[in-house]
């Protein structure tokens, strides 16, 4: 068979564990690492709009098993109105065929690194060619790593905007005597809507402000200074994210998927 189901990979559940290696943000339908919501407030783990991914004996780190950026990947095509658990873990992901030499596969993979950094800096082309040539060849576990190296690089987008957020919360909790960790789990949203961060530090429900200042002000401000680096990261990530799905299209259109 060309495929296997998610639930053969990853296993999701609606309450984080120490074993979970991502997580599937439901509410904008995206992947983030384990690493990356290691920065993320505690609260926010308890809402409804994760679901916590732990690995199968078939995925993990092993040269012969799915890496979880592997998955994310896939899963970063996906597009299912009204999500649920039971839709979800029945997707299908392109079944691996781990045969390629281990000499030969991180020779292979190093040139698609390479040539996936001729695309980012030239425009070049030639990494799309040798995940077909590679497909032809038998030889799926590259384009495996490839993926993987490509979603690495966008998880990798999505860390350097979480630190800039940090950074950012930190000023604003700084000048109000309040958590950073309870500023950073409201201001990515602030940065499409101002008014309800506004009111939920006014409130209190981010901590008990301690100073008095003139707190829209403050927030502007920061979000001014964050706002360059959102817009960067959003042109990065779509751009990334369409690379993988060319990549993915190239794959699942090769005659041997049919």
């Given at each position: 068979?060309?495929?296997?189901?998610?639930?053969?990979?990853?296993?999701?559940?609606?309450?984080?564990?120490?074993?979970?290696?991502?997580?599937?943000?439901?509410s904008h339908q995206s992947t983030l690492s384990k690493s990356t919501l290691m920065a993320i407030p505690p609260e926010m783990a308890v809402t409804s709009d994760l679901w916590w991914g732990r690995p199968t004996p078939f995925c993990g780190n092993g040269y012969q098993q799915y890496h979880p950026?592997?998955?994310?990947?896939?899963?970063?095509?996906?597009?299912?109105?009204?999500?649920?658990?039971?839709?979800?873990?029945?997707?299908?992901?392109?079944?691996?065929?781990?045969?390629?030499?281990?000499?030969?596969?991180?020779?292979?993979?190093?040139?698609?690194?390479?040539?996936?950094?001729?695309?980012?800096?030239?425009?070049?082309?030639?990494?799309?060619?040798?995940?077909?040539?590679?497909?032809?060849?038998?030889?799926?576990?590259?384009?495996?790593?490839?993926?993987?190296?490509?979603?690495?690089?966008?998880?990798?987008?999505?860390?350097?905007?979480?630190?800039?957020?940090?950074?950012?919360?930190?000023?604003?909790?700084?000048?109000?005597?309040?958590?950073?960790?309870?500023?950073?789990?409201?201001?990515?949203?602030?940065?499409?809507?101002?008014?309800?961060?506004?009111?939920?530090?006014?409130?209190?429900?981010?901590?008990?402000?301690?100073?008095?200042?003139?707190?829209?002000?403050?927030?502007?401000?920061?979000?001014?200074?964050?706002?360059?680096?959102?817009?960067?990261?959003?042109?990065?990530?779509?751009?990334?994210?369409?690379?993988?799905?060319?990549?993915?299209?190239?794959?699942?259109?090769?005659?041997?998927?049919?």
């Amino acid at each position: 068979m060309p495929h296997i189901s998610l639930i053969d990979l990853i296993e999701l559940q609606t309450v984080p564990t120490d074993d979970a290696v991502m997580a599937i943000n439901i509410s904008h339908q995206s992947t983030l690492s384990k690493s990356t919501l290691m920065a993320i407030p505690p609260e926010m783990a308890v809402t409804s709009d994760l679901w916590w991914g732990r690995p199968t004996p078939f995925c993990g780190n092993g040269y012969q098993q799915y890496h979880p950026a592997f998955v994310m990947a896939v899963l970063n095509t996906v597009n299912i109105s009204n999500p649920t658990l039971a839709t979800l873990q029945q997707w299908q992901i392109p079944q691996e065929i781990f045969s390629t030499g281990i000499d030969v596969r991180r020779s292979m993979t190093l040139n698609a690194m390479r040539m996936s950094t001729e695309l980012f800096d030239y425009g070049s082309e030639r990494v799309f060619l040798l995940a077909q040539n590679r497909l032809d060849a038998g030889q799926t576990d590259v384009v495996h790593d490839l993926l993987v190296y490509l979603m690495e690089a966008l998880l990798d987008i999505n860390r350097q905007f979480t630190a800039e957020c940090a950074l950012r919360a930190e000023s604003i909790a700084a000048y109000l005597g309040i958590s950073p960790a309870k500023v950073l789990l409201f201001i990515k949203p602030a940065l499409a809507d101002i008014k309800p961060f506004i009111k939920t530090l006014q409130s209190g429900s981010a901590g008990s402000v301690k100073r008095q200042i003139d707190l829209p002000a403050l927030v502007t401000a920061q979000l001014e200074l964050l706002r360059p680096h959102a817009d960067a990261a959003e042109k990065q990530e779509t751009y990334m994210r369409d690379v993988i799905s060319t990549v993915l299209n190239i794959w699942e259109g090769h005659p041997s998927m049919r």
